[in-house]
């Protein structure tokens, strides 16, 4: 079973967030981001890590920095937030304890969101940052580009418009939870609608409407996981068993096994949406550990029984 402290979380979540994002209406988003910045509080960073703001042309965002040597490893990490909304402090701190544990810098890019900003803007600022880096000679062999949510389905959104512009691609890719199917066509969004205690199936489609706009939604850079993954780099997913996205990311990971990208997957028994991010859960802190250690490229152990319900490796030159 879940921690307690997952069981907790989870409760609380269905008795408020879930309601929050299932009754406010979508034209007023302003009042839902209101709302959700409620649930948000000064968040303190890890211990030994600071934080300066950048501005660079294309994107905003903030850099995450050990106090000492951060190394050459870089992860640069799109934010979630159903492409409409910002927690800012709470991936702020998510990002502070990846930059401690992974000893390594993280850049946290806040891309334009709709819907003043409707697909590809939110792409096309994912795209200009990550140049960025390589512009300000960061090697793409020490790049890891993370993300959850609607920021996990950027980073593969990302990965196919680089391979595609034939740009350097990034040492790896992890994603959590991600978004990676506009058409909504997984049987997790019906299956889990009751079972997910964050995320509303039908209000998460129509937040996804504001951010797709008039885009077919079987486009690959909408909706990735409908797309081949040729030549993308080794990736890690994360995500709970009783999520509405579960398929989204098992899709993703499927995909990666026809194309014979190394994807390691890790379904979580029993956990929330985007649960790494949630640092007072043990699971968060077991799963932060794994990230970091792929992030230095070393073998990862098998996941705690009680914290996983399955782990798969699929690596066709296996």
């Known amino acids: 079973m879940p921690s307690w402290q997952a069981r907790v979380f989870n409760f609380a979540a269905r008795q408020t967030l879930k309601p929050l994002l299932r009754f406010t209406p979508v034209r007023t988003l302003q009042g839902l981001q209101t709302r959700t910045e409620r649930f948000e509080s000064a968040r303190p960073l890890a211990p030994g890590t600071s934080m300066e703001p950048i501005s660079a042309p294309g994107f905003q965002g903030e850099r995450i920095r050990l106090d000492g040597d951060s190394g050459r490893r870089v992860c640069l990490y799109f934010p979630g937030g159903g492409f409409v909304l910002r927690a800012a402090g709470l991936q702020r701190s998510f990002a502070s304890e990846i930059c401690r544990t992974a000893r390594c810098e993280v850049w946290i890019m806040h891309y334009r969101l709709a819907p003043q900003t409707p697909f590809p803007g939110g792409l096309e600022d994912c795209v200009a940052a990550y140049h960025h880096l390589l512009a300000n000679g960061h090697r793409p062999e020490d790049i890891t580009l993370i993300g959850e949510s609607a920021g996990g389905g950027l980073v593969l ?12 691609m990034p040492a790896r890719a992890i994603v959590i939870s991600p978004v990676t199917d506009f058409t909504f066509s997984g049987v997790s969004r019906q299956r889990n609608a009751r079972r997910d205690p964050i995320l509303p199936a039908k209000r998460l489609s129509a937040l996804a409407g504001l951010y797709s706009g008039t885009a077919v939604t079987r486009d690959r850079y909408l909706s990735p996981a409908l797309a081949d993954f ?4 080794p990736m890690m997913g994360i995500v709970g068993d009783t999520e509405v996205l579960l398929d989204d990311c098992l899709r993703a990971a499927d995909q990666a096994n026809k194309a014979g990208v190394p994807f390691h997957l890790e379904v979580w028994r029993g956990m929330a949406h985007a649960f790494p991010l949630f640092a007072f859960m043990p699971e968060s802190r077991i799963a932060i550990q794994r990230l970091a250690a792929f992030i230095h490229d070393e073998p990862l152990a098998p996941a705690p029984r009680m914290f996983s319900q399955r782990q798969l490796n699929w690596n066709a030159a296996a």
């Open 230 to 233: 040729d030549d993308l780099p």
């Open 157 to 168: 959104s990302t990965l196919l418009a680089l391979r595609d512009e034939t740009t350097p």
